[in-house]
């Protein structure tokens, strides 16, 4: 997406999510100073239950005059245009618009287009706004306010530029001609004194299961940020890596979710913990949610909350298996000898398509992995259009190519995203046929519970496979283990003797 194809509207609402954070307020109003500078009438908003409290944040709006509006109820604007957050997401306040557009750096899924700009692997929403606005010209130093909110929105969501990696990333830190009083100022406000009292009582009521390595906070009520910042305090402990911290808010319970352990997803827990009773979601090591009290009444009549939270922490852990590919299989029963059936499928050389060494993130039906290109490393379109890598030789062990292109329609085309730019390219151009030798086997069996398997590949995260979707191995090779869902196997699959 370009700013510059949203030009043609002049009616634009800028909206960041609820309980906006520095990332969204300096992203949001960079935007908003673009637009404003084209002459539209733009206004920069949020929603959600309630408005900002945090210290920091009020300076920060304070110090800049940042215009920004807490509202509960818009007219449809020609163009709402979100920032550090996507439409219809749990964390957004759903308002009509005649035009949606949305600039973002959190993973959903969703791929940028002429109205979005989705690039999940930049550490910050301002990096995102920065280099849109270079790209149209626009200049982020000529009000030092500017250039501000942009630095400290980037340096907050990177933990104080610790997770700085991208090199759009430090060209900001470079170029940004920003107040250092002022971000030094916002630094030590993080908390008033009441904060720092209701989070010192709430670690030291901490419970702690120690087999999980696991903390659950019960905090009096307090900004939801300051819940996260507890959250990263405590998850600093050596012995637990995964907090849940939660309070009372108007409606219902607020919580945080921290984790550093490679099989507790923070965003997939704080689903998890608040599903069919309110919304939770995020990042995979820092997530938040929302229990209402309507339906948690509803649903669990008078049980105390922290009961609740153990019982369903509970819950969690005991939903599912944890697999890691690299220890191969021990335990070889239930596993069935099976044959992929003779069907044409379609691959990529990876090389074709950029240069050797280039770091790619390719979208699989398992989430994101990323894989550098090389000679030796291909690309398979799977049955449904997943992309999925495979190295050269056991490509060559598998299938035979067939001297034509491969040419089917996906409901999502396959794509290939590269790091460095965050373009996508599509990768049913450079798509070749081939077809499964006959004598290639593999062993599966049925998952019974939902499992998390750490591949040899580079995935975000581990795969995860549902009960009833099938773990894999080529025959052969027992540490490449992966899951194929059990549609996918289904149609691709037949016994073999
Ligand atoms: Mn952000």
Redesign the pocket.
């Given at each position: 997406m370009k700013l510059e194809t949203l030009e043609k509207y002049n009616d634009i609402v800028i909206q960041m999510?609820d309980n906006p954070?520095?990332?969204?307020v300096g992203?949001g109003y960079a935007i908003y100073r673009y637009f404003q500078a084209k002459g539209k009438r733009v206004r920069l908003i949020y929603g959600g239950r309630q408005p900002i409290t945090k210290s920091n944040m009020k300076l920060l709006l304070q110090e800049l005059a940042i215009p920004v509006e807490y509202v509960q109820e818009l007219e449809a604007p020609e163009l709402l245009l979100t920032v550090?957050?996507q439409y219809g997401e749990g964390n957004v306040q759903r308002f009509e618009a005649q035009n949606i557009a949305m600039i973002?750096?959190?993973n959903t899924g969703r791929v940028s287009d002429a109205m979005s700009e989705i690039r999940s692997h930049i550490?910050?929403?301002?990096t995102i706004c920065y280099d849109l606005l270079l790209a149209e010209g626009f200049d982020v130093n000529a009000d030092i306010r500017i250039a501000t909110a942009l630095y400290y929105?980037l340096y907050?969501?990177s933990k104080e530029l610790s997770e700085i990696r991208h090199p759009l990333e430090r060209d900001m830190i470079d170029f940004l001609h920003y107040d250092r009083v002022l971000v030094r100022r916002l630094n030590h406000a993080n908390f008033t004194i009441d904060e720092m009292e209701t989070a010192g009582i709430a670690m030291i009521r901490h419970s702690y299961d120690e087999n999980k390595r696991l903390s659950i906070i019960k905090s009096n009520p307090c900004d939801p940020n300051i819940l996260g910042l507890v959250g990263d305090l405590v998850l600093q402990v050596d012995s637990i890596d995964v907090c849940i911290i939660f309070n009372e808010c108007p409606g219902g319970f607020k919580l945080s979710v921290r984790s550093c352990a490679p099989d507790v997803a923070a965003n997939e827990l704080a689903r998890f913990l608040t599903a069919g009773i309110g919304d939770g979601g995020g990042h995979l090591d820092k997530a938040g949610g929302f229990i209402s009290k309507r339906q948690y009444e509803k649903r669990y009549g008078e049980k105390g909350i922290e009961s609740f939270f153990f019982q369903r922490v509970d819950e969690y852990y005991d939903s599912y298996d944890v697999i890691y590919a690299k220890d191969g299989v021990k335990d070889v029963s239930g596993f069935c000898k099976y044959r992929k059936k003779a069907y044409i499928c379609g691959f990529v050389r990876t090389t074709e398509v950029v240069p050797a060494g280039t770091v790619c993130r390719i979208r699989t039906l398992e989430g994101d992995a990323t894989v550098t290109a090389g000679e030796d490393i291909y690309l398979m379109i799977g049955y449904f259009g997943e992309v999925y890598p495979i190295e050269r030789v056991v490509f060559e062990r598998k299938y035979r190519v067939l001297d034509a292109s491969f040419e089917k329609s996906f409901e999502y085309p396959p794509t290939l995203i590269t790091q460095a730019d965050g373009k996508t390219r599509k990768l049913l151009p450079f798509a070749k046929q081939c077809i499964v030798q006959e004598e290639v086997r593999v062993f599966a069996r049925e998952l019974c519970k939902d499992t998390k398997v750490f591949t040899k590949w580079d995935y975000e995260k581990y795969m995860a496979g549902e009960a009833g979707d099938m773990l894999c191995y080529t025959e052969g090779d027992a540490k490449d283990l992966y899951i194929i869902k059990k549609n996918v196997f289904g149609e691709t699959y037949e016994e073999a003797e």
């Amino acid at each position: 997406m370009k700013l510059e194809t949203l030009e043609k509207y002049n009616d634009i609402v800028i909206q960041m999510h609820d309980n906006p954070d520095a990332d969204a307020v300096g992203s949001g109003y960079a935007i908003y100073r673009y637009f404003q500078a084209k002459g539209k009438r733009v206004r920069l908003i949020y929603g959600g239950r309630q408005p900002i409290t945090k210290s920091n944040m009020k300076l920060l709006l304070q110090e800049l005059a940042i215009p920004v509006e807490y509202v509960q109820e818009l007219e449809a604007p020609e163009l709402l245009l979100t920032v550090d957050c996507q439409y219809g997401e749990g964390n957004v306040q759903r308002f009509e618009a005649q035009n949606i557009a949305m600039i973002d750096h959190h993973n959903t899924g969703r791929v940028s287009d002429a109205m979005s700009e989705i690039r999940s692997h930049i550490v910050s929403c301002a990096t995102i706004c920065y280099d849109l606005l270079l790209a149209e010209g626009f200049d982020v130093n000529a009000d030092i306010r500017i250039a501000t909110a942009l630095y400290y929105g980037l340096y907050m969501d990177s933990k104080e530029l610790s997770e700085i990696r991208h090199p759009l990333e430090r060209d900001m830190i470079d170029f940004l001609h920003y107040d250092r009083v002022l971000v030094r100022r916002l630094n030590h406000a993080n908390f008033t004194i009441d904060e720092m009292e209701t989070a010192g009582i709430a670690m030291i009521r901490h419970s702690y299961d120690e087999n999980k390595r696991l903390s659950i906070i019960k905090s009096n009520p307090c900004d939801p940020n300051i819940l996260g910042l507890v959250g990263d305090l405590v998850l600093q402990v050596d012995s637990i890596d995964v907090c849940i911290i939660f309070n009372e808010c108007p409606g219902g319970f607020k919580l945080s979710v921290r984790s550093c352990a490679p099989d507790v997803a923070a965003n997939e827990l704080a689903r998890f913990l608040t599903a069919g009773i309110g919304d939770g979601g995020g990042h995979l090591d820092k997530a938040g949610g929302f229990i209402s009290k309507r339906q948690y009444e509803k649903r669990y009549g008078e049980k105390g909350i922290e009961s609740f939270f153990f019982q369903r922490v509970d819950e969690y852990y005991d939903s599912y298996d944890v697999i890691y590919a690299k220890d191969g299989v021990k335990d070889v029963s239930g596993f069935c000898k099976y044959r992929k059936k003779a069907y044409i499928c379609g691959f990529v050389r990876t090389t074709e398509v950029v240069p050797a060494g280039t770091v790619c993130r390719i979208r699989t039906l398992e989430g994101d992995a990323t894989v550098t290109a090389g000679e030796d490393i291909y690309l398979m379109i799977g049955y449904f259009g997943e992309v999925y890598p495979i190295e050269r030789v056991v490509f060559e062990r598998k299938y035979r190519v067939l001297d034509a292109s491969f040419e089917k329609s996906f409901e999502y085309p396959p794509t290939l995203i590269t790091q460095a730019d965050g373009k996508t390219r599509k990768l049913l151009p450079f798509a070749k046929q081939c077809i499964v030798q006959e004598e290639v086997r593999v062993f599966a069996r049925e998952l019974c519970k939902d499992t998390k398997v750490f591949t040899k590949w580079d995935y975000e995260k581990y795969m995860a496979g549902e009960a009833g979707d099938m773990l894999c191995y080529t025959e052969g090779d027992a540490k490449d283990l992966y899951i194929i869902k059990k549609n996918v196997f289904g149609e691709t699959y037949e016994e073999a003797e």
